[in-house]
Every structure is written in structure tokens, then in C-alpha cells.
């Protein structure tokens, strides 16, 4: 008997996350503990697993979005509909390999832009110092390729080739990011392509990879990839909304965390190419050198949406995410699975709403 | 007919070098080119390919020791006595991933060691900043598993998993040459365990690798292993008494470049632990904080010399050496791979003489 399409649903986006999370750690526990000792504390620290001193501590370990957009991608390019679908497991190599190389950025990113909280935690270079958190970033990158080599899944050499170039990516993103901070001309267009490099290729490249571990053809990859990146491009606007008006207790970073070091994300720089009376006021007070006070910062989140930073973000991130449901739909995956990585997308695209 | 083993003599180690730097290239080239942008012109500035401005130049490429032993182990477990072994050939890729490792490791290195010179030019961080230098680091990591993924050869993901191994040792080693430099008490032992993990590593996975991706069995590949990690042992104590007794016009690094910043080198560690007057005095230079003058740097040379840690560390890397080559008989090569094998690891391990 087939099942009307709309009466598919799939699994709600906190129980996909969960039930990602699980085999999720089963595949990076006993990745993390082939570390050396040294690698192994600091990353454990980071993941939140232990403290400072190694002792098991209960803290927010992240919800894990990239994994598990490999596991449902796995599931959906493998058009298993049951519930023990087997095509999952067999990609919680690549999951890990993914989630593996997000921590290696952040551990690199945090000791770049000197950022002091990470899941309202101090920063593993804040705790351990700038050796050895470049270190740990390096010895989780090198991980995420070790895994997939050791993972025995035929797809495992074209699954490093696309994760070598997502990480490519990663690093222009990032020295993008950090070189616009200096420069006062940044264009719309040149920001909306840092930030597709900086977070929407390792999104791309999750779903891509769930693809390739799944079975999938080379166009239904390329469609997953698409979905992933365009998402990841929602999904960062997103993040630079949480970053200017985002709740501390959600973000676990100070508020107007961006604001405090005048980052050009891409709501503040729609504001500042706006060529309204609030965006030059915006761009004076990016322009100055001095520290902003608490009531600046009030005043700059203000202009931000005067601006239209914050209308132009919301239209933008809608679209995109229009967008990457298309591709899900273009690459013919099952209802179920379409159900909830749209699910998921949404989630993750418009987390503070 | 068979030439008796004594007869034959392989090619001298410049001229195995120059071999090995034209094969290298040929790979090397094309994969930085796939770079992205910014990543590409600072791994290029660090190659000595261009200057700051990515204008070509013609600087210091370094010897590229380890993909040498990568192409020389390849033609060594081909078996092949020609000169035109297609082995090598094939090799070039590990050749590549090989050296990619070895600039991301000094390029994080010098960020790490705020070391402001290398080969005789001012190190990447010091002319493009830390987050470039850290950024480059992490594409050079990428770009040679990418390169292993993309090879196409049979052994590419046994040799994937063979240099992420390699690449965890080498960030404990840091670490642990880092920490040294903050205690007393550091060991001989674990100061040659941590020389072991920093050099020796990654020239032992050369010569793995070469032997992986010329068709080697696993017992053979072992002892080419060995050999690698033995002479990079050797090497690494070679490397060590240049830091200290090395001519600047040689080592492209100040004179006493090791002393200044009382790194704790193997020379180093071996006279503080000789139980020797001599060694007592140069543990109070080391405990003191002020910076070390001129004559404080020929005071402390001397007494590293007096204490024993000259002699000790020629005995070492003697000693070193002899369990190489006797690796490199176990390995059962051919006696033109072995001649130039063994003429390489002398010319790296004596360097100055």
C-alpha cells in the first residue's frame, strides 16, 4: 500500500537530533581516544565532556547540526524508510569526520578572533593557552581525515576529496572574515561569499558526504550539496542575528557580542551599503577606534535595523531556505526524509524564533 | 649476469635531491594551484616561490628531504634497478603529502615559536600575521590528504591513515618541546621520545609511505618505517647542534638561534642531566629569566660542550644511524636503493661535517 506524501512525517527535529547525537558518539568516542594524551585532554575539554582537569562534567556539547545532516542524508539517499535503517551507521564515519573538522575551526577561529566563551564555556585557548589549541584544531582536522580513511566505506576516498575542499573553503572564509574587519568597503556580494565559504560549504559538504556514504549518484549529491549550502547560508544569517540581538543564556556569548569588535556580518554590512541616513551614522561608529560602552552598543544594534540590516536578513534567509528545499525536492529523496531535514533546516535557520 | 652488491653504487645525495626536487615539483605545483586564492599566495611565499607581493623569486626551496625518501623507498620496494622506475612516478602524490605536512608543521611551528626567520627569509606569520600563517598551515594539513584522496593509487587510503597518524605525533611532539621549555626537570628519555614523535614521525611515514605506494608487504614497510624514524632521530639531534654550533650562513637562523630562547634541544637536556659541574652551571643559566648577551651565548655553548652534550649527541646520532641502516637491510631493498638510501641518511645526519 503506498502512503500519500502528505501524510508522511517524519520524526520532529529535537528527536532527529537526539537520535544523531547517539550515533554520533558512538563513532567519535573511540575516534577521540586514539589522540595522544596531550590532543585528547584539550579536545575533551573542548567537546565538553570534561573539565580543565579532566574530570567528566556535563556540559553543552552543541546540538550537533552537521552530523546529523549526513545521517539523514545517508538515510534519505539509501530510500530506507524504516526506522533501523542500516545506511545511517554506516555513515557515522562521515558524521564524525564532519562534526571532527567543525571543532577543528572553531578551536582555530576562537584562537583567531580571540573569542574568550564557546558554549558558555572559556575557550580551550583560554584555558590551555594558543599552542596548544592550534595544536588540538590541528590533531581534529587530521582526525576527521583518519576516520574516513579507516572507515572501510567505498566512498571514503571521494568523501576526503569533498571534505579537503569544504575545508579549503573554511580557511578563505575565514582569513575573508578577519581581513574585512580592517577594511571599510566591504561589498554585500563579496560578504554573502565569505560566509558561503565559511559556513556553507561544511553544511554543503555534510549533506554531500551523507549522500556518498548513502549510495547516492553524482546529480543527487550535487542537489544535496546545494540544499546544505544554501541552508548553511540561512543558517549563518541566522547566527549574525543571535550575534547582534541574540539572548546570552541561548548563545552563551555576551550580548551584542559581534557589535564589541565591530564584525562585519552580514546584517551589519546590508546596513552599511543600505545608502540610508542610519547606515552612515553605522558606518561612523565602525569607522572609530575607541571601545563601545553599553548604551553604543544599544544605539549600534539600533541603526543595524533602521538600516534595514535586520529586514533585509529575515528576507534573505527566507529565501535561501526556499531555496534549499528546492534542491531537497530536486533530489528525489523519500517523504520521510524530506520531512525532516526540512524540519531540521528550519530549526536551524530560525533557532531564536 | 649478477653485479656483486659491493660493485654497485647508486647516485650521489645531491643528485638523488635534485631527482627527487624535480618530481616533487611537478606534483606540488598543480596541487597548490587548487588553492584558493589567498591560501595559495602565502603557501607560496613560504615555498620560496614568490615574494609578499607574489612576484616570482628565487629563493631557498630546502633540501625536501622526506619526499626523497618517499620516491627512494617507492623505487626501493619496486625493486626496480633502472633509472627510469615508473615507481617513483607513481609515488609523487605521497611525495607531495609528505612535504605539504612537513610546511604545515613549520608554519604552525613558527606562529607556536614566534620564530622570525626561516630559510634565510621572515617567516610567513611575521610578513602576512598569525592568522594567515595559522589559516595557510591548516590549507597546506588539507591539501595533502586531498592529494592522497585524488592520487588514485591502490594504497591511498592505507597511506591516508598512515600520515594522520604521523601528524598526531608530530602535534604531541610539539607540544611536549613546547611545555619542556616551561620546566626543570625535563628527562633524557622523554626529551628523546618527544624528538622521536616531533621529527622522527614524519620521516619515518615517508619512507612508509614510499613503501605503501611502491607495493611493499607490511613487514617490509615496518622496517622502512624504522629506518625513517631511526635516521629522523639522528637527524633531529643533527638539526639540534646546528641550533646551536650551526654557521647562520648555513642555517638561515641567528647564530645560537636555540640558545636565546633556552630551548631545551636534545644537546641541551643531555648536559643538564650529565651530573656534571658544567651541567650544574648551565642549569642556572637556564633557570634565570634575563635575556642572554653574546658572550652569555659562548659562555653557555661551552658549557653544553664541557657537561658532555656535544660528544653524547654524535655517539647518539652514530648509534641512530647504525640501527637505520640496519633497518634498511631488514627491508631487503635493492643495493642501488640501498646505496642512495644510505647516502642520503648520512648527508642528513652530518650535515655540517
Same mark, same amino acid.
Given at each position: 500500500?503506498?502512503?500519500?506524501?502528505?501524510?508522511?512525517?517524519?520524526?520532529?527535529?529535537? /528527536?532527529?537530533?537526539?537520535?544523531?547525537?547517539?550515533?554520533?558518539?558512538?563513532?567519535?568516542?573511540?575516534?577521540?581516544?586514539?589522540?595522544?594524551?596531550?590532543?585528547?585532554?584539550?579536545?575533551?575539554?573542548?567537546?565538553? @565532556? @570534561?573539565?580543565?582537569?579532566?574530570?567528566?562534567?556535563?556540559?553543552?556539547?552543541?546540538?550537533?547540526?552537521?552530523?546529523? &545532516?549526513? !545521517?539523514?542524508?545517508?538515510?534519505?539517499? #539509501?530510500?530506507?524508510?524504516?526506522?533501523?535503517?542500516?545506511?545511517?551507521?554506516?555513515?557515522?564515519?562521515?558524521?564524525?569526520?564532519?562534526?571532527?573538522? #567543525?571543532?577543528?575551526?572553531?578551536?582555530?577561529?576562537?584562537?583567531?578572533?580571540?573569542?574568550?566563551?564557546?558554549?558558555?564555556?572559556?575557550?580551550? @585557548?583560554? +584555558?590551555?593557552?594558543?599552542?596548544?589549541?592550534?595544536?588540538?584544531?590541528?590533531?581534529?582536522?587530521? %582526525?576527521?581525515?583518519?576516520?574516513?580513511?579507516?572507515?572501510? #566505506?567505498?566512498?571514503?576516498?571521494?568523501?576526503?576529496?569533498?571534505?579537503?575542499?569544504?575545508?579549503?573553503?573554511?580557511?578563505?572564509?575565514? #582569513?575573508?572574515?578577519?581581513?574585512?574587519?580592517?577594511?571599510?568597503?566591504?561589498?554585500?556580494? /563579496?560578504? %554573502?561569499?565569505?560566509?558561503?565559504?565559511?559556513?556553507?560549504?561544511? %553544511?554543503?559538504?555534510?549533506?554531500? &558526504?551523507?549522500? *556518498?556514504?548513502?549510495?547516492?549518484?553524482?546529480?543527487?549529491?550535487?542537489?544535496?550539496?546545494?540544499?546544505?549550502?544554501?541552508?548553511?547560508?540561512?543558517?549563518?544569517? $541566522?547566527?549574525? *542575528?543571535?550575534?547582534? @540581538?541574540?539572548?546570552?543564556?541561548?548563545?552563551?556569548?555576551? +550580548?551584542?557580542?559581534?557589535?564589541?569588535?565591530?564584525?562585519?556580518?552580514?546584517?551589519?554590512? =546590508?546596513?552599511?551599503?543600505?545608502?540610508?541616513?542610519?547606515?552612515?551614522?553605522?558606518?561612523?561608529?565602525?569607522?572609530?577606534?575607541?571601545?563601545?560602552?553599553?548604551?553604543?552598543?544599544?544605539?549600534?544594534?539600533? %541603526?543595524?535595523?533602521?538600516?534595514?540590516?535586520?529586514?533585509?536578513?529575515? =528576507?534573505?534567509?527566507?529565501?535561501?531556505? =526556499?531555496? $534549499? !528545499?528546492?534542491?531537497?525536492?530536486?533530489?528525489?529523496?523519500?517523504?520521510?526524509?524530506?520531512?525532516?531535514?526540512?524540519?531540521?533546516?528550519?530549526?536551524?535557520?530560525?533557532?531564536?524564533?
Amino acid at each position: 500500500m503506498t502512503v500519500p506524501e502528505a501524510m508522511i512525517e517524519g520524526r520532529p527535529a529535537h /528527536e532527529v537530533l537526539a537520535w544523531s547525537r547517539d550515533l554520533l558518539d558512538a563513532a567519535m568516542r573511540p575516534a577521540v581516544d586514539t589522540l595522544p594524551s596531550s590532543m585528547r585532554h584539550i579536545a575533551g575539554y573542548h567537546f565538553g @565532556w @570534561w573539565d580543565e582537569k579532566g574530570q567528566p562534567v556535563e556540559a553543552d556539547p552543541g546540538k550537533a547540526l552537521r552530523p546529523a &545532516l549526513v !545521517l539523514l542524508m545517508a538515510e534519505a539517499a #539509501h530510500g530506507a524508510a524504516s526506522m533501523a535503517a542500516p545506511a545511517a551507521g554506516m555513515a557515522a564515519p562521515a558524521a564524525a569526520a564532519v562534526e571532527l573538522v #567543525h571543532n577543528f575551526s572553531l578551536l582555530h577561529d576562537d584562537v583567531i578572533d580571540r573569542d574568550e566563551t564557546r558554549r558558555h564555556r572559556p575557550t580551550a @585557548w583560554s +584555558v590551555f593557552g594558543d599552542t596548544a589549541a592550534i595544536l588540538a584544531g590541528d590533531a581534529l582536522l587530521t %582526525l576527521a581525515f583518519d576516520v574516513l580513511a579507516r572507515s572501510g #566505506h567505498p566512498a571514503a576516498v571521494q568523501g576526503a576529496a569533498t571534505l579537503g575542499a569544504a575545508v579549503l573553503d573554511l580557511t578563505e572564509g575565514q #582569513h575573508s572574515d578577519v581581513c574585512f574587519e580592517g577594511r571599510g568597503d566591504v561589498g554585500l556580494a /563579496e560578504c %554573502l561569499g565569505m560566509a558561503e565559504k565559511k559556513t556553507g560549504a561544511l %553544511l554543503g559538504c555534510a549533506c554531500a &558526504l551523507g549522500g *556518498l556514504f548513502g549510495g547516492a549518484g553524482p546529480e543527487q549529491v550535487e542537489h544535496m550539496r546545494l540544499f546544505g549550502d544554501r541552508m548553511g547560508l540561512a543558517f549563518q544569517i $541566522a547566527d549574525d *542575528l543571535l550575534g547582534i @540581538w541574540g539572548d546570552p543564556e541561548v548563545t552563551g556569548k555576551p +550580548v551584542f557580542s559581534d557589535l564589541r569588535n565591530r564584525k562585519k556580518s552580514l546584517p551589519v554590512v =546590508a546596513a552599511l551599503t543600505s545608502g540610508t541616513d542610519a547606515g552612515r551614522e553605522l558606518a561612523e561608529v565602525y569607522a572609530e577606534d575607541r571601545p563601545l560602552s553599553g548604551d553604543d552598543l544599544v544605539r549600534t544594534a539600533a %541603526l543595524i535595523e533602521s538600516a534595514g540590516g535586520l529586514a533585509w536578513s529575515r =528576507a534573505q534567509a527566507d529565501d535561501l531556505l =526556499a531555496q $534549499a !528545499l528546492g534542491h531537497l525536492r530536486s533530489a528525489g529523496v523519500t517523504a520521510r526524509a524530506a520531512a525532516e531535514l526540512s524540519a531540521l533546516a528550519r530549526m536551524a535557520t530560525r533557532r531564536d524564533h
